[in-house]
């Protein structure tokens, strides 16, 4: 009897501004998709050369330091791919380079589903919202529609052989208004443990489990799951 060829897995593409964006974002949603059988694939925009206070750092000595930490840290949720965009950190814009260089990302992992930062959120979780998760939720959001779809936006793609691609649904995170949850309860610890990680950024983290326990208990319980984490999905129809 001749074998039905298996269904191809559920590629999700993750794009956040900065090392530990996807882990506090969508850590736990991540960790589950894995869990299910999906392919998650990172692409960070920048390597957080800004984020320390420490006055002894250097932005160079923090790239290196943020980077291994991310990868440490997808290792753990269980993603395929982890790639890091050549951007500074606090100096994204959505440019017409910026775009370029994630509907490169697009056409060359071919996701189902796109996640990212909602770029109409300037005020979130206590406090304002950095500027570069808006720079990089509105060049995502361009890149997915309609720039990776049509074949004559960046021409040398193609001739790469990277040709265009449409993108089925896209979530934000940090969205003021959530039309979709996801419960968390299973994958809660992988996402601690990823963001553990992230020592430069989070330190001996004693109480960070319970603060971000609380968190996922805050945006679940409206909707009666333990543990949650909140989008807006966003159906591609063209």
Known sequence: MQQQPLEEPIRVLVVGAHPDDPEFACGGTS???VAEGKEVYYLVCTRGDK???DPEMTSERLVEIREAEQRAAAKVIGAKEVNFLPFKDGELAPTYEFRKAIVREIRRIRPHWVVTHDPTSVYTNGSLNHPDHRAVGTATLDSVYPTARDRL???EHEREGLLPHKVSEVYLW???NPNVWIDISSSFETKIKALRCHVSQVGKAEKLAER???RAQRV????GIPLAEAFFKISMTR
């Open 174 to 176: 940090g969205a003021p």
């Open 31 to 33: 960790a589950r998709w």
């Open 220 to 223: 679940g319980e409206p909707q």
């Open 212 to 214: 971000i326990r609380e």
């Open 153 to 155: 936006n960046y021409p």
């Open 51 to 53: 984020g320390s206070s």
